[in-house]
């Protein structure tokens, strides 16, 4: 039987080697080395991730880059050096990798990556792009998803769900958002939503030993997922809680930090909505409904199968 992607990353965690000099390993946006070096990497492939034929090959190669710019902004980090890795199909079409590369170098400039290697390969399969991103942390160091306390503000930038509807190709990285919240107090726990707020805000309730309060009525809903529910049978707010690939920061932040941000606002005009709270573990994750009742929180979302 198949696994999914999260039993196979705890079991893979459980019996892999470790080191004294690997600060934090499997199981947050980055790793984190002895000095401080984050370290990041993921993997999109087209027809999983994104449709070649649909995108074109700059926009997939962009995205390759903003994903694990995501991880590093997850960490409270800033992104200094990505490596990238390319399997392109054997018989594609003339300057794909040109215009990849291109798609992907123009946002590292954005941010200031210098692109210091790789490897390039082809094969019978589709395009696949792996990339590593280091970087280093901010003032207060690296940013865990594993230190949530009770009593937290749980809040989430911009606007989630419906991502497939082009959003997830052309997410701006949250990383100037991140670097205001750290700015604006303490941070106690922070993640990227990659695979759906529900599932996410599980991992970060595991990694952090407590319980979640999530309020329904007032998950930022974007449009995107309102038009896909008028076709999909599902309600927006299903597809908020479960689609993935939004590529927005979940935050555990106590009172004073919420209030702060709050006054000063995020770079861009970022909405920062607050969406529940931070419980003791032994509430567990709780979806507050509209009527004020409470259900337990469906962990639904994006999960690789890992065979």
């Known amino acids: ?12 965690a459980a019996r892999m080697p470790r080191s004294a000099a690997v600060r934090v390993g499997i199981g947050d946006d980055a790793a984190v080395l002895g000095d401080g070096l984050l370290v990041a990497c993921d993997m999109v492939m087209d027809g999983t991730h994104f449709r070649l034929e649909e995108c074109g090959p700059a926009r ?23 490596f990238v890795a390319l399997a392109l199909p054997a018989g594609g ?48 160091g690296p940013l865990l998803r594993s230190g949530a306390r009770g009593g937290d ?39 990227d939503i990659s695979d759906g707020l529900a599932l996410d805000l599980a991992r970060m309730a595991e990694a952090s030993g407590v319980g979640a309060r999530l309020e329904a ?24 809680l ?3 690939e939004d590529f927005e920061l979940l935050a555990a932040l106590p009172l004073a930090t919420w209030e702060a941000v709050r006054r000063t ?25 509209p009527d004020g009742g409470g259900e337990p929180l469906e962990v639904r979302g994006w999960q690789h199968r890992v065979p």
């Open 1 to 12: 039987m198949a696994a999914s992607e999260r039993e196979f990353v705890r079991a893979l």
């Open 60 to 82: 997939a190669g962009r995205k390759a880059l903003a994903v694990n710019l995501s991880d590093i902004a997850a960490m409270g980090g800033r992104p200094e050096a990505a």
């Open 93 to 140: 079409p003339a300057g794909m990798a040109d215009a990849l590369m291109d798609g992907l170098a123009a946002l590292a400039a954005r941010h200031g990556v210098a692109v210091a290697g790789g490897d390039t390969n082809s094969w019978e399969g589709p395009l696949a792009v792996a990339v590593t991103v280091t970087g280093r942390p901010g003032p207060r």
């Open 153 to 191: 503000v749980l809040a989430v930038t911009g606007a989630l769900g419906g991502s497939r509807a082009g959003r997830h190709l052309d997410f701006e990285p949250r990383l100037a958002e991140a670097e205001a919240l750290a700015a604006a107090g303490e941070v106690h726990a922070l993640l």
């Open 217 to 240: 009525a007032r998950v930022p809903v974007s449009a995107e997922a309102r038009g896909a529910a008028r076709s999909s049978g599902r309600t927006p707010l299903d597809h908020a």
């Open 242 to 244: 479960g689609d993935g």
């Open 265 to 289: 606002g995020l770079p861009g005009g970022t909405p920062l909505t607050r969406v529940g709270e931070v419980t003791p573990l032994a509430q567990g994750l709780v979806l507050v409904r």
